[in-house]
Nanobody
């Protein structure tokens, strides 16, 4: 069972940047899909970005052009570069891994990290 640990969250001013990291306890190449989700209190967990083993990426419309997901199989890591941050990006960000059928539904992901808080001040 893989363990995922997120880091890199924090407080940033609107327009600023953060880079989130997700360190995995084993090779991320074992997982068809790696993804970042985010959640705010009282709301569902929403997909931010996903990346397949092929390198194909998918982004939520709200972050396209601002966020970039990448994976480093050699370092057992996945990253989320977040630029031009907005107050509405404030949330807890979760890293997730799926070894099954390719899907972006939260239910398709077998493993989750504990999350890292991102707060964007206006």
């Amino acid at each position: 069972q893989v363990r995922l640990v997120e880091s890199g969250g924090g407080l940033v001013q609107a327009g600023g940047s953060l880079r989130l990291s997700c360190a995995a306890s084993e090779s991320v190449s074992r997982y068809n899909t790696m993804a970042w989700y985010r959640q705010t209190p009282g709301k569902q967990r929403d997909l931010v970005a996903s990346i397949l083993t092929s390198g194909t990426t998918n982004y939520a419309d709200s972050v396209k052009g601002r966020f970039t997901i990448s994976r480093d199989n050699a370092k057992n890591a996945v990253y989320l570069q977040m630029n031009s941050l907005k107050p509405e990006d404030t949330a807890i960000y979760y890293c997730a891994a799926s070894s099954g059928k390719i899907s972006t539904m939260p239910s398709a992901f077998d493993y989750w990290g504990q999350g890292t808080q991102v707060t964007v001040a206006s």
